[in-house]
């Protein structure tokens, strides 16, 4: 059998450390397998060591979050198997709706980011801190993926990258500098859960941006298939194949799947309901059901 791994790119702010960090997201993905494909959760949970965590965030915020603190709430997520009421409808709040337009608008008119609340400011000031490379930190974050990544495609064996919020940037930009700095056979299967990939703020800072043609983009995806919740306001432009539709014309990629209707993210913690939050992307049927296909297939 094709040996199969499931890489995560998590997104911004600091995580648990590392280890603990990845038993919470094996937990809650198999989950949301077992919720979708009990059979396929049974299969792999066998093969916890081909699922890579890149555990980029400490190197870029010098500090671990308390595992202790997430511990209670993953549980709770755990037991709980699906959206409530309160849930949808603070998804669809006008709160969200707001947040989701001053997005909207900055996106198209970058000059008013100083005028912006602040939690939403540094979301921003962070993601320009990946960009501009501060301290190398963006090649430092690539690298630790590449590490990973080389010898999966160098032994030709069945990967998919799921990249959370600015994961799936971090794996986009990876998968470009490999693509036309590197050279390694197969391709990779590339899940984007919460991205910001749709919006034109980050379009215009990826990898291979300044490029025409073809060689703007990653040539080593085999299909992409793109995931957002409702109220999730990390992704404002919920779909991406219009955006990247150019891949499919150059024919760098059999398929861009986008999945961004009726997906609720039902994670809560001490601050309510996060319908970002990567932990609640896994545990969800339908995250779940996208990847026992994948390791189906594969």
Known sequence: MNKKHIIFVPGK??????????????????????????????????????????????????????????????DALLNKHGPTEQDMREATSWSINFNRFLYNLVDHLPWLIPLLPEATRKNVEETNHYFENRNNIGSEIRGMLKNVLRPILNNNESVLIIGHSLGSVITYDTLWELSHNETHPGKVDFFSIGSPLGLKFVQHKLQGRQFKREHKFPDNIHRWINLSSVGDITAVDRCINNDFSEMLKYELIDSIEDHCEGIYNFYRNDKGLNCHRSYGYLVNPAVGEIIAKWWKEN
Request: hydrophobic share 35%.
């Open 13 to 74: 702010n600091p995580k648990p450390p590392a280890e603990q960090h990845r038993d919470m997201l094996w937990r809650t993905l198999l989950e949301g397998i077992r919720r979708a494909e009990p059979e396929i959760a049974i299969n792999i949970e066998q093969h916890k060591e081909n699922f890579h965590l890149i555990a980029w965030n400490y190197a870029f915020y010098q500090e671990s979050r308390d595992t202790a603190k997430e511990l209670p709430w993953i």
